[in-house]
Every structure is written in C-alpha cells, then in structure tokens.
C-alpha cells in the first residue's frame, strides 16, 4: 500500500517534471524540472530494488549532465531571440497525430502482451542466482562491457563532442 503511494507520487512528480521541463521558457527553471524528473525516476528505482541505478541516475544525469547543461547554457548566454510561432493548425495537427500514434502504440504493446524484458525472458530463480554469484551490480555491468562495449563508447564520444562544441560557441561569441 505505501509503495504504490510512493509510486504514484514518484510517477506524478517525474511527469510533472518532464511536462514543465519542456513547456518553461527560461532553459534554466527548464533544467531544474529536469533535476526534478531525474529525481523522482531514481525514487522509483529505488522502490524497484535497484539502488545501483537510481545511484547512477542521480550521480551521472542529475549531477554530471546536467551541470554540464547549466554551463552550456551559462557559456551560450541565451538572451531573447524570435520564437517561432507554434500555435498554427499546422502544428496542431501534428501535436494531435504524434501523440495518437504514440498512445496507439502503447496500446498496441499492453493488448498483445508484448513485454521488453532486459533479462531476456529469464525466471526469477536464474536472475536471483546471477544476483548472488556476481552481484547486483556484476549483473548490469557484465553484459554492458560485454555486449554493449561499442555504444557505450559512442555515447561518451557523443558527451564529448558536446563539451568541445559548447566551448567553440563560446569563444566564438567571446570579443
């Protein structure tokens, strides 16, 4: 009963989170829904038993990331620019296709009982041992190194990639 609470409450709040994130207009109060957001997703890691991803939710994304983002937007110094205007019916329209066919597709997945399992269709009894044998952590870094060595390194190419261009936007700003 108190962890469905919590779960609700924890669900509310990342979606709230995500929901202000994109609709403020100051990319600061924006990043600061995000911190809210990757809070409460660690909070339902959390409630989930796994302490290690909520841990490294909050140290690399809530910490890492976006301290990163507050500095890009502090470097960039947005000021006030022409907004697009994106109230047309055009743009409606769009709205309204893209999220009918996202909620189309969530329905399509919960009817045909379509699950996206990371333990690949293993029972409980396997994943416990693996969790006993290597740990809860052996579990998740094991394949990640293993299987998943090159997007890894991609995304951490991406990361830096990111950090030089902030920086060549900065200079190039600087008198």
Not at 27 to 32: F, I
Not at 65 to 90: C, H, Q, S, Y
Not at 152 to 167: D, K, M, N, P
Request: avoid cysteine; aromatic fraction near 10%.
């Amino acid at each position: 009963m108190i962890v469905d609470f919590f779960f609700v409450l924890f669900a509310v709040m990342a979606i709230g989170g995500a929901t202000a994130m994109v609709f403020a207009r100051n990319p600061v109060a924006s990043l600061l829904y995000l911190v809210m957001a990757f809070f409460a997703m660690s909070g339902i890691f959390v409630l989930l038993d796994a302490h290690f991803i909520a841990a490294v939710n909050l140290i690399v994304y809530a910490g890492a990331i976006l301290v990163l983002f507050l500095f890009v937007i502090m470097l960039l110094n947005l000021g006030r620019t022409e907004k697009t205007d994106l109230r047309g019916p055009a743009y409606g329209i769009l709205g309204i296709a893209v999220a009918a066919a996202v909620f189309g597709l969530l329905l399509v997945m919960l009817r045909g009982g379509h699950t996206t399992s990371m333990a690949g269709g293993m029972g409980q009894a396997t994943i416990d041992a693996m969790i006993q044998s290597q740990g809860a952590v052996g579990v998740i870094a094991d394949p990640m190194f293993r299987n998943y060595l090159v997007p890894f390194e991609i995304t951490s190419l991406l990361l830096l990639v990111a950090i030089v261009g902030a920086i060549v936007l900065a200079r190039q700003k600087a008198p």
